[in-house]
Every structure is written in C-alpha cells, then in structure tokens.
C-alpha cells in the first residue's frame, strides 16, 4: 500500500516580457492534504492560494508522482486491467478522476 507523503511540483516558462513560475506543494496530514500553489508573473508579487482536502475526499487518490510509479508497473507487468479509474487532483487543484 503506497501513500504519497510530499509532492512537489515547479513549472517555469521564459516567456518574455514576462517569465512565469508555478509551483504546487502537496502535504499529507493527519486530518488529509494541503495544497499551496504559487504563481509569479514576471516582477509582480506571487500569487498564492491554499486550500485542503479530507482523508475521506482523498480516499484512493492518485497524484503525478504516484500515477508515474503505477505506469511503469503496468508497463513492466505488460498488461492493463479494465476501466483503471483513479481519484486525482488536477491542475487547477479540483479533485477529478484519472482514467488510464
């Protein structure tokens, strides 16, 4: 049984005149996980925005870290069962499901 603990994601895009970075932090905690994502455009302040989840919301959520680790077992395995449907968090933060 796999349970991510920390996630840890950073996207940067060299866009002139305004270079923009995002960054996402995953905790897992006690009560479920937090999320603080960050965005910065060029000079202007970051923007950041927080928010959690319950362990009951959570329940079977697969994020990228994981879903990387999941994909290369069913590649190793060469086999893939049908209708593989995850819980996920997409890019926005929204829960959403995972279907491979």
Known sequence: QLETLEQEEQECLELRPHPTEKTTHI??????????????????????LGFSYSRDRLRGVLLEGASLLLLRVLAHRQTMPADLVFPAINTKGDLCTSSY
């Open 27 to 48: 905790v897992s905690h006690e009560h479920g996980m937090t999320v603080m994502k960050t965005l910065r455009q060029g000079e202007a302040e970051p923007q950041c």
